[in-house]
């Protein structure tokens, strides 16, 4: 289960893979100023971000500096008040609506530190609900589902509802609904912010154990210091501008070879 047939919209047919040393996405001098009234809050000052096939990028900053707001931009669930964003080498900004649609139901996936799922609906369900909304036939849904929930270790509470389910493993669930769909870039917002030490380190092994398996790309924003030092590289969002943290000793580099 790959992404790597995804066709970007608009393109000439080039895949995600052929395109080779074109990262999966690329942020450029990205500003972001909310307006209230007369007052202006730059959250965004000229960010800049590369991010490559099979990357596990960490952004760590102090609550407020803008993770969120740089990943709903990255996921296009925002817009920036400036700058530039590459997916696989095509500009956001030059796809058309229906593209941008695309994008964001089908090429990035999200991972939220609340899980969102459906509490009525049974965890399969759950999983399977992107493929139901893009018109895959039930049954085949379904077993996509199941297997996935089975790389989460949660095929025993398949038919469990969401809202039965601990927190962590409503977790799993989310992390197995994000990536039924086989985006390109998984992008995750603290998601581990809501769990215990515990729970958060088999969240966190969970992610590496798929980025290895299924050579994911991902950013995840975090203020776990801990686990953002085991993700290849970590970046410091603070005064609206990302800098190779030096929390790994070796500012943006590799940190450690634990993944891919
Ligand atoms: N829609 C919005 N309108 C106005 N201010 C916002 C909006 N979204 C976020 N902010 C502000 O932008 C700053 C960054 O928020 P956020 O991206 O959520 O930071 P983080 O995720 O790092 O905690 C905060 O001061 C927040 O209040
Ligand atoms: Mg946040």
């Known amino acids: 289960m790959k ?38 809050l730059t959250v965004l000052a000229g960010a800049e971000l590369t991010v490559s096939e099979g990357e596990l ?38 796809l058309t609506d229906a593209e941008i649609a695309d994008f964001r139901n089908r090429r990035v996936a ?10 009525d609906f049974s965890a399969v369900e759950n999983v399977a609900m992107p493929l139901l909304l893009r018109g895959i036939p039930a049954a085949e849904a379904m077993q996509i589902a199941r297997q996935w929930l089975d790389e989460v270790g949660l095929a025993p509470r398949a038919h469990h509802r969401a809202g039965e389910l601990s927190g962590g493993e409503q977790q799993r669930v989310a992390i197995a609904r994000a ?33 290895r398996s299924h050579r994911l790309t991902s950013i995840l924003a975090t203020h776990n210091l801990a686990l953002a ?11 609206g501008i990302l800098e190779p943290s030096s929390i790994s000793g070796r500012p943006g580099a590799q940190v450690k070879g634990e993944i891919g």
Not at 110 to 119: A, E, G
Not at 191 to 207: R, V
Request: net charge negative; with cysteine.
């Open 3 to 40: 992404a790597a047939e995804s066709q970007v919209p608009g393109s000439s047919g080039d895949s995600i893979l052929s395109a080779g040393a074109v990262p999966v996405i690329r942020a450029e001098n990205l500003r972001k100023v909310f307006r209230s009234g007369d007052a202006e």
């Open 57 to 94: 990028v960490a952004i760590v900053g102090p609550s407020g500096s803008g993770k969120s707001t740089l990943l709903h931009i990255l996921a296009a669930l925002d817009t920036p008040t400036s700058g530039a964003i590459y997916f696989a080498g095509h500009s956001l900004q030059a």
């Open 110 to 119: 999200f991972v939220w530190q609340r899980h969102h799922l459906l509490p």
């Open 179 to 211: 990536l039924v769909g086989e985006p390109a870039l998984l992008l995750s917002d603290e998601p581990t912010g809501d769990l215990d030490e515990g729970n958060a380190e088999a969240i966190f092994e969970l992610m590496q154990r798929l980025h």
């Open 229 to 239: 030092r085991r993700c290849h590289r970590v970046f410091q969002l603070e005064h």
